[in-house]
């Protein structure tokens, strides 16, 4: 113990004492203070921090601040650190954002960022989500995300928290290299639209060793996305890890490359899923996702394919999904069912699903709605391993 301390510590000691650690930019010095609005001390110190030319790190101390609305943007002339050490507040009231269509905090265009520091976004939802009806309203008032990022390269976000956004949590879109690592994502089961992490249009993106606790899905994950890897993740209160939904825009790009392993749901709605629309125009490809070691506590449906996703009857169902969903394995999946209904592959008529392999599932209905089962259409997977329950084994298979 003793010696790996002086190993780790008295180089450490060395390179500060060197003048070589990062330039610290706290933001009292930018004349920050505890229960006063930063907005204008976090920019003056991100800026500073983000025009020197070797490493830097912004430091938020311990306490509460309260931030309006602030875009910290990029690109920075060296690596860039948010050192969160307390807590960062959003106004409760979602009409004082000085521009309602933007999110609260959006960085933009950072390569080499990372955030940390054991700290706290605090969206302050509470308020936003009573007035949010945009599951029912198509022309519901548009509520800004808590944590937006955008076109951040080899980045990392971890021991911070997300806290009751007013809408989803943490929006990822146009990233590459981003790794959300020890991150939490704290919301009451009923709060509205308060997707954990969503991220679509990015490539090469993890998120691992993350608790996400919220009224909506735990990672939903959008048109775009290649090579996302969620690790040791779990998932509760919430919908679930949801491809989709997608289909609705013409323009929607391909799916390829989710990996989901090691991952506990708990009392969640939903546990793997992919949902796409009917009626819809996107004619894309869902390809390479696999889901292993899996852990669900009384999940509704715990193994889900949907393409007829259509809550609130917003659509119609009788044009089939276009969407393709191939090369798909799920294996080693554990635990008990709060439904009936199990495992639900309710594939496309107009392209069905190919490829799927179903491997080792063992779950069990301790309710009293009907004995345990399982529904599938256009699908026909291959099996490796036991299923209980069997699997596509009833009439109700159509291809
Ligand atoms: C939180 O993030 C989402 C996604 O970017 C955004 O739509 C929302 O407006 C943000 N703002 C707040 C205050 O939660
Ligand atoms: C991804 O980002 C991390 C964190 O900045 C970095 O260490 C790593 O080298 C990057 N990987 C690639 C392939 O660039
Ligand atoms: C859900 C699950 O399988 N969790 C396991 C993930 O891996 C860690 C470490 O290997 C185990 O301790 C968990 O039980």
Known sequence: ????????????????????????????KYGGKPN???????????KEACAATTPSTVVVPKGTFLLNQLTLAGPCKA?????????????SDYTLLPDKNAEWITINYVDHLTISGGGVFDGQ????WAKNDCGKNPKCVKLPLNLSFNF??????????SQDSKNFHVNVIGCKNVTFQQFTVSAPADSINTDG??????????????????????????DGMKELHIERVSCGPGHGI?????????TE???????????????????????????????????DLHYEDIIMNNVENPIIIDQEYCPWNQCKLDSPSLIKISKMTVNNIKGTAANPVAVSLVCSKAAPCENVEVGDVDLAYSGNQGPISTKCSNVKPTFVGKQNPPICANAAQSS
């Open 197 to 222: 992490i969503h991220v679509a249009k990015s490539e090469g993106i993890s998120v691992l060793d993350t608790v996400i606790k919220t009224g909506d899905d735990c990672i939903s994950i959008g």
């Open 253 to 287: 790009e391909d799916v390829a490359g989710i990996y989901v392993k090691n991952c506990t749901f708990t009392d969640t709605q939903n546990g793997i899923r992919v949902k796409t629309w009917p009626s819809a125009p996107a004619k894309l490809q869902i390809t």
């Open 36 to 46: 006063a609005n930063i907005d204008q001390a976090l920019s003056s110190a991100w």
């Open 242 to 250: 949801s491809v989709g939904s997608l289909g609705k825009g013409a």
């Open 125 to 128: 939802g509470k308020e936003a």
């Open 1 to 28: 113990m003793a010696l790996k301390f002086t190993l780790l510590v008295l180089p450490l000691l060395a390179h500060i004492v060197n003048g070589q650690g990062p330039a610290t930019f706290d933001i009292g």
């Open 79 to 91: 690596p860039i650190e948010l050192q969160v050490q307390g807590t960062i507040r959003a106004p």
């Open 152 to 161: 951040i390269t080899n980045s990392i976000v971890r021991d911070v928290t």
